[in-house]
């Protein structure tokens, strides 16, 4: 059974710096699969998480929405089965339930995705 555990979250202020970190266990292939980080805010279903930034299975490909591309980083280590997600000046508007997915292809699309965490709170004042 794959388990998805995100870890990492916390409340922090606008300009701000916070790494996630996503550890994925019971998945011998961990190195297979591509990994993505997803953000849902308050009022939002699960099909509306908006994908922040995802990774290819080696790593060498990534993919970052728009708003938080030069800020955000996400890599992964294969060998602790961990995928990161470095986050620099954090915004407001940028509070969310911040979720780590795993994917057999990848995608920016929750359907995408196989197994899902149960998600990190990011809480960003002003």
């Known amino acids: 059974q794959v388990q998805v555990e995100e870890s990492g979250g916390g409340l922090v202020q606008a300009g701000d710096s916070v790494m996630l970190s996503c550890v994925v266990s019971?998945?011998?292939?961990?190195?297979?699969?591509?990994m993505g980080w997803f953000r849902q805010v308050p009022g939002k279903e699960r099909e509306e998480r908006e994908c922040?930034?995802?990774?290819?299975?080696?790593?060498?490909?990534?993919y970052y929405t728009d708003s938080v591309k030069g800020r955000f980083t996400i890599s992964r280590d294969n060998a602790k089965n961990t995928v990161y997600l470095q986050m620099y000046n954090l915004k407001t508007e940028e509070k969310a339930v911040y979720y780590c997915?795993?994917?057999?292809?990848?995608?920016?699309?929750?359907?995408?995705?196989?197994?899902w965490g149960r998600g990190t709170q990011v809480t960003v004042y002003s």
């Open positions: 922040v930034a995802t990774i290819n299975y080696s790593g060498d490909t990534t």
């Open positions: 019971g998945r011998r292939t961990f190195d297979k699969y591509a």
């Open positions: 997915g795993v994917s057999h292809f990848g995608g920016t699309k929750t359907d995408d995705y196989d197994n």
